[in-house]
């Protein structure tokens, strides 16, 4: 019998957990001197108050909806995949490869073929800690993490001395052509008379993240694949036992995770830059941990804890816009919320599930 109902877990932990980094940030806005109820006010209007706001929170979301679901599959294989960082990085690689060396005729075609660019970059790059874990015992957190490193020197190489355009000092590549750049919400809106701002990033890769979502919760809960990564996950004794191969859930549970951080060079990349640059992933990888782990795995937790996220970091660039808090204190806010969801759950769950037990024995 579980010690608590599956909504506490699901709901009320997550809440608790939101509403404890929220008091605490409070406190820490008011030992700067400034009014913390004008902060939120001041958040909330900056990341949901317009189309403009909205636009950014999106934009964000969605790259945490890539790196959040990648965490998640892994999870799911009882793997911790430190590495969506470098695997979106090589993403945007094979995304800028895709978009600058073929001509495509339009956005639509070059967004599947950049999507497969980018998730094969990306499994690729997964597939090398995958392969070590599996077959040599290397723990797929030290080299998830090693991968991170050697990614950005990989960019870093590529882009200073291979693809960056003859006579330019910025370590980045040609901007893409016309033809390959994605609309924007403001473009997919106006058609149907929803008035959208032009300014704001979010673009047609947000309804790819979304798909993202349907498929990996499709893949997880729907098919056999899926019952054998949870089913390894749960138990790697009881998986051998069922006949389920170590090697072949590690290597396979890594390519899709890999894949999916990858596909997010086709929002930041593809979407909004244009280009390929250096540092385009902004930590989204790392962010995807919080993300994955609020949203416990679940592909619609996903979704929402990448909205609240996209939320913060938006809000968090208003406050610093706006208010004499400096951009450090955002991300301490930003960290508590992390910190609480994340490293803290059990500091909320054991008090809880110390209560429901009390509350069936008092029924009993």
């Known amino acids: 019998m579980d010690k608590m109902p599956k909504w506490a877990d699901v709901v009320l932990i997550p809440v608790i957990s939101l509403i404890l980094a929220a008091i605490l940030s409070a406190l820490v806005i008011l030992a700067i001197g400034e009014d913390p109820v004008e902060a ?10 317009s189309t403009y706001g909205w636009g950014y929170t999106l934009y964000y979301a969605t790259n945490f909806m890539f790196t959040g679901l990648a965490v998640a599959v892994a999870f799911h294989a009882r793997m911790f995949n430190i590495g969506g960082e470098g695997q979106a990085m090589l993403g945007g690689l094979g995304v800028a490869m895709v978009c600058l ?11 599947l073929a950049a999507c497969a660019g980018a998730m094969i970059f990306g499994a690729a790059w997964a597939a090398i800690p995958a392969y070590l874990q599996a ?8 080299t998830t993490i090693m991968f991170n490193f050697i990614a950005a020197a990989v960019l870093n190489y590529m882009l200073v001395n291979v693809m960056r355009p003859e006579g330019s000092m910025d370590p980045a590549s040609a901007r893409f052509p016309e033809a390959v750049h994605l609309p924007t919400l403001h473009e997919l809106l106006a058609p149907i ?7 704001a990033p979010a673009n047609v890769s947000l309804l790819v993240a979304v798909l993202a979502c349907f498929i990996v919760w499709a893949l997880i809960w729907r098919t056999k694949l ?11 004794t009881g ?15 890594m390519l899709i995770s890999g894949a999916l951080a990858g596909l997010m060079a086709t929002n ?16 989204a990888g790392f962010i995807g941990i919080a993300v994955a782990l609020m949203g416990r795995s679940h592909p ?44 803290l759950d059990n500091m909320v769950r054991m008090p809880l599930e110390k209560l429901f037990l009390a509350l069936r024995k008092g029924k009993a």
């Open 135 to 142: 077959k040599r015992g290397s723990h797929i957190v030290i």
């Open 193 to 199: 008379g929803i008035s959208f701002s032009k300014a």
């Open 226 to 236: 899926g019952y054998e990564i949870r089913a390894y996950g749960h138990s790697e």
């Open 101 to 111: 060396y073929v001509p495509w005729p339009h956005w639509s075609l070059a967004l």
């Open 268 to 283: 930041n990349v593809m979407g909004e830059a244009e280009r390929l640059v250096l540092n385009s992933t902004e930590g």
């Open 40 to 49: 939120v006010n001041l958040m909330v209007t900056g990341a949901l108050g």
């Open 300 to 343: 619609f937790g996903v979704f929402l804890a990448a909205i609240l996220f996209g939320f913060l970091y938006q809000g968090g660039a208003e406050l610093a816009l706006w208010t004499s808090i400096p951009r450090e204190l955002i991300v301490v806010i930003q960290a508590l919320v992390i910190l609480f969801t994340g490293a």
């Open 239 to 253: 998986a051998l036992y069922a006949g389920i191969s170590p090697v072949k859930i590690t290597m396979i549970a």
